[in-house]
């Protein structure tokens, strides 16, 4: 087959198995690990036109220069923090993502953990588990989700589509942004500190990348306080995860949901004792129809580069 019948691509890291055995029916398809020497890629996968790759993989300048044919990047994930979309656009290199398709399971993510951690369901889980209930253990009271004050960090998409989610129960539903949004009922507050400040819930639902990095600092977290609860489905370098450590272990804030770390797969050790805290392994859009979806999204993506089509969903 041509070249131009089954057009070189590289799998840029593990790929959701659906995803890999749709793209071999349709693209030569080389395999490229995530730590691959990309000075030392041999001659066939440097003729790669496309590359696909998710969200903690990305794709760097320097991976996009060790494939000189590369066109697009068709990305398995709404995130593209891991891109670096400069370097992209200055070479002509077309960049997509998959948003919308996975913004009701991250968004049930996020409701779900903050239910489970306001609730102590996790920790009351373990407790009935380990037979300490039945021998008269006393689970502690907990907070409350309805009446709270929802602060979402980030009212893009899933920000949106959790605070509907939360609109019934919610006491007041505040964000905080760049800028004020034009076309919501949630109550814009500019400064980081008033909004923590004026949160019982903190929800980290912005996108990550350099300009987010350790936005939500030891200020932020004091501000939002013992009773406060924090909240993340985004990235977990958008918050100082040291000082969170630091927060959860002094108890100046009252405990946190986290489906995502800064250095996944690996989670601070001391998160792992922590009853007031529930862990994730980074599944907001692990579910089966989501997963498919994304699949399909990146696929539709590349036949339609290769038709010569518009792009569905394009970043660059
Ligand atoms: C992961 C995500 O990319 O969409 C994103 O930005 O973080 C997730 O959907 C997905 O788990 C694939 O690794």
Same mark, same amino acid.
């Not at 044919?69 to 068709?74: F, P, S, V, Y």
């Not at 770390?261 to 690996?266: G, I, K, R, S």
């Not at 859009?285 to 979806?293: L, N, P």
């Given at each position: ?27 030569? #398809? ?50 593209? /923090?891991?891109? /670096? ?14 948003? /919308? ?9 996020? #409701? ?70 034009? /076309? ?11 909004? %923590? ?18 936005? #939500? ?5 004091? %501000? ?22 630091? %927060? ?66 394009? #970043?660059?």
């Amino acid at each position: 087959m041509t070249d131009a019948q089954r057009p070189p691509i590289v799998a840029y890291g593990p790929l959701y198995p659906y995803l890999t055995q749709q793209l071999e029916r349709r693209f030569t #398809v080389h395999a490229v690990a995530a730590d691959a020497d990309l000075a030392a890629l041999p001659p066939p996968v440097r003729e790669a036109r496309a590359l696909v790759s998710f969200g903690s993989v990305g794709a760097s300048a320097a991976a996009m220069d060790a494939l000189p044919r590369l066109e697009m990047i068709g990305l398995f994930s709404v995130g593209y /923090d891991k891109v /670096d979309v400069d370097h992209a656009r200055a070479n002509g290199i077309r960049v997509t993502n998959t948003p /919308d398709v996975l913004t009701d399971d991250v968004a049930d993510l996020a #409701v779900g953990l903050l239910y489970a951690t306001i609730r102590n369901i996790a920790a009351n889980d373990r407790m009935v588990r380990s037979g300490a209930w039945a021998r008269g253990g006393k689970p502690p009271l907990s907070g409350r989700v309805t009446g709270s004050r929802i602060g979402i960090l980030g009212l893009g998409r899933i920000g949106r589509a959790i605070a509907k989610r939360l609109e019934p129960v919610a006491g007041e539903i505040l964000y905080h942004n760049r800028r004020e949004a034009v /076309d919501t009922p949630y109550r814009y507050v500019a400064d980081p500190i008033d909004f %923590a400040r004026a949160s019982d819930v903190l929800i980290v639902a912005t996108s990550g990348g350099p300009e987010a990095a350790k936005l #939500v600092d030891t200020a932020m977290l004091d %501000a939002l306080g013992p009773e406060g609860v924090i909240v993340n489905i985004s990235r977990g370098g958008v918050i100082d995860e040291e000082a969170m450590v630091a %927060a959860l272990a002094d108890k100046r804030i009252a405990g946190a949901g986290l489906d995502v770390f800064a250095h996944e797969p690996h989670v601070p050790e001391a998160l792992l004792t922590m009853d007031h805290v529930v862990l994730q392994p980074h599944q907001g859009s692990a579910t089966v129809h989501t997963r498919k979806a994304m699949a399909d999204l990146v696929l539709a993506n590349l036949d339609a580069w290769f038709a010569g089509e518009k792009l569905l969903t394009p #970043v660059v």
